[in-house]
């Protein structure tokens, strides 16, 4: 076991609800930096997310060099100065997400300062009929698959930085413009990027986050239906309900 004078240590001993249940976005960071080996460590926990045919689709670029990330913080820049004016008109009664959009508005202003930032890419690969890598217009699910390739191993990360007590964001601003954002990070053409996470040891503490009642967003066999058919749970298992009441 590793520690580290921030409190984590190898393995990340975290119980996963806990994680899950006070994981939220931070994008104000100490300028602390964060070590290597625990990227690393992070990194390779993402890789660790199911991928179609078992095979290697995502790739990580850890950006450290200041120029490169006056690049993307540039990029940043651009796209929060339209998008963001366009969320202020539609949220100007709407103080939580004005509030939120604070915190935004610290990231790309400081967007140079934060100790690392992670680009995860999804990698062209082909296997029979199957292109993964390449965002293709039809069939529509390939755009499923697309996303699918690398989206499970970005959650893996930002869940696995939020055990080892770190702060990350999944932020997509800086990859507005495809051309701009692949020069920046001289990137080949078989690899794509398709999110950017400023990782840091946060300012500011985690959740629990707030969401609303699940019974709200889960339907039943059709859309629109929130009525669930009573069962029993199996013979020696408990329901979660029950679990949660016994700790």
Not at 127 to 151: A, D, E, N, Q, T
Request: proline share 9%.
């Amino acid at each position: 076991m590793k520690a580290d004078a921030h409190g984590y240590s190898f393995p990340l001993v975290m119980p996963i609800e806990e994680a899950m249940r006070t994981q939220r976005a931070i994008r104000r960071f100490k300028p602390d930096p964060v070590d290597d080996d625990l990227l690393l460590h992070l990194i390779e926990l993402a890789t660790k997310a199911p991928t179609g045919g078992g095979r290697r689709y995502a790739e990580f670029i850890i950006v450290r060099d200041r120029d490169v990330k006056a690049e993307l913080a540039r990029l940043s820049r651009v796209a929060w100065s339209s998008y963001g004016s366009l969320w202020r008109w539609f949220a100007r009664n709407d103080e939580k997400t004005l509030r939120e959009m604070k915190a935004v508005d610290y990231l790309v202003d400081h967007y140079e300062e934060v100790p690392a930032i992670v680009v995860a890419c999804v990698r062209w690969n082909t296997y029979g009929p199957i292109v993964s890598g390449v965002r293709l217009p039809f069939p529509p699910f390939m755009s499923s698959v697309y996303y699918g390739s690398i989206f499970p191993a970005v959650q893996n990360f930002l869940l696995a930085a939020r055990a080892a007590g770190l702060g990350a964001a999944l932020t997509v601003m800086p990859l507005w413009s495809a051309y701009l954002a692949r020069r920046a990070l001289g990137m080949p053409l078989w690899s794509s990027p398709v999110a950017v996470i400023p990782v840091g040891w946060p300012l500011g503490r985690y959740g629990p986050t707030t969401r609303p009642p699940v019974s709200e967003y889960v339907h039943y066999d059709r859309y629109g239906n929130h009525s669930r058919r009573r069962h029993s749970p199996p013979q020696g298992h408990a329901s979660p309900r029950a679990l949660r009441s016994a700790t």
